[in-house]
């Protein structure tokens, strides 16, 4: 089945530091979501995204709706150790009522 | 109050025995899914159902029947479980508007180990 491209699949950072990740896919998204997921857990939503060009902002969560509408990112500014866990796009393909994940990102925080 | 729930949290049964997942939402959404995360954590959709019709089923073998009582619950029946079936399911619910989905929200999950 359709899948995501998201990278990447794993980082260490140091506390403090800035984080990156993105998806990609092949076709085109109606809308974007970010979520977070700790172990034993279901996935939080962070953010929503609905608009090619959207930037929108969680505390220290920022995501974007990428213009080709084909893309999206999430950068975590400041990082503390509570932001490990795994962190999934999902989008949802022009034309059906259907969101497809990403494969991840685990994310671990040197303190 | 919880906004979308599932029971039983976990559940532990032999292969072959036939088991049953229960998931509510009290956000007023129309459409429901059941997604399988599996050991690697990858998450993939079931099935969906809007306002109690199914909409979405992906290639899920046929012991697996969902159903949808009214619009604030989806259950999912395994029959004749497998030790493939061994996952964490979880339910999910969102609002849909013409051709888009709103914000989605997951359940806890429900942790199926078949022995």
């Known amino acids: 089945g359709q899948q995501l491209n998201q990278s990447p699949q794993s980082m260490f950072i140091q506390e403090g530091e800035d984080v990156s990740m993105n998806c990609t896919s092949s076709?085109?998204?109606?809308?974007w979501l970010w979520y977070k997921q700790d172990p034993g857990e279901g996935p939080v939503l962070l953010i929503a995204l609905y608009k090619a060009g959207e930037l929108t902002s969680n505390g220290r969560l920022t995501a974007q709706f990428g213009i080709t509408r084909k893309d999206s990112f999430l950068n975590i500014s400041a990082s503390i150790p509570s932001d490990v866990g795994i962190y999934f796009c999902?989008?949802?393909?022009?034309?059906?009522?259907?969101?497809?994940f990403g494969t991840g990102t685990r994310l671990k925080v040197l303190a | 109050d919880t906004a979308v729930s599932q029971t039983p949290k976990y559940l532990v049964t032999q292969m072959g025995n036939d088991k049953s997942i229960k998931c509510e939402q009290n956000l007023g959404h129309d459409t429901m899914y059941w997604y399988k995360q599996d050991s690697k954590k990858f998450l993939k959709i079931m099935f969906s159902y809007n306002n109690k019709e199914l909409i979405i089923n992906e290639t899920v073998p046929n012991r697996f029947s969902p159903k949808s009582p009214d619009k604030a619950h989806l259950n999912l029946h395994i029959n004749s479980l497998e030790l493939g079936d061994s996952a964490v399911y979880f339910c999910a619910s969102t609002q849909t508007k013409s051709l888009s989905l709103y914000e989605q929200y997951f359940g806890p999950g429900t942790r199926l180990t078949v022995t």
């Open positions: 999902a989008g949802q393909p022009s034309g059906t009522y259907k969101y497809i």
């Open positions: 076709s085109i998204f109606n809308t």
